[in-house]
């Protein structure tokens, strides 16, 4: 190794036993403040585009989760069930409502072992209750769910809805 004397290069006074593919090396890792107020400026320009992309897809989400039809996560599911099948303008049967709301609230999927059974239980209450009536076609297993103000008096489905189902 070759000591430096009276060299004026302050990274070899600071460490006289470098070499020079040491300094070299050591010459690319410390930056002047030029090179270190570009890479700050470039750095800031890619924070200022991320915050951009942040913005746009808050705002993406915002309206995937508020759509314009005014569906609220907050509602009750019988509510929730109600909404879907008249936003539909059609009876429909439980496979159709799990389907639409798995797309309206996927993690609800997550959340229960069976979304059959679990959608099932509020089926029963919203009929209970008179939120929806059970439409039975002959030969179709289970049920479409309407809407009480879509049946007529004797309790049939009306025939514009009815031709919505075939």
């Known amino acids: 190794m070759r000591r430096f004397g009276n060299d004026t290069n302050p ?29 700050n400026d470039s750095l800031r320009e890619l924070l200022k585009d991320a915050l951009i992309e942040i913005e746009k897809l808050k705002n993406r ?8 039809d005014e569906y609220n996560k907050r509602w009750t599911m019988v509510t929730k069930i109600a909404f879907l099948i008249a936003k539909a303008e059609k009876p429909l049967r439980s496979s159709e409502i799990l389907q639409l709301l798995t797309n309206r609230e996927p993690t609800i999927v997550t959340k ?33 769910y309407c809407l009480p103000e879509w049946m007529d008096e004797e309790g049939e489905l009306y025939k514009e809805l009815k031709s919505k189902i075939y």
């Open 11 to 39: 990274i070899r006074q600071h460490m006289p036993n470098m070499t020079k593919a040491d300094e070299n090396s050591l010459a690319n890792v410390v930056k002047s403040p030029d090179m270190l107020q570009k890479e």
């Open 61 to 68: 989400l915002e309206s995937h989760e508020k759509p314009k």
């Open 112 to 144: 229960q072992a069976s979304m059959e059974k679990y959608l099932s239980a509020f089926l029963n209450t919203a009929m209970k209750h008179g939120r929806l009536i059970p439409y039975k076609l002959k030969g179709v297993r289970g049920n479409y």
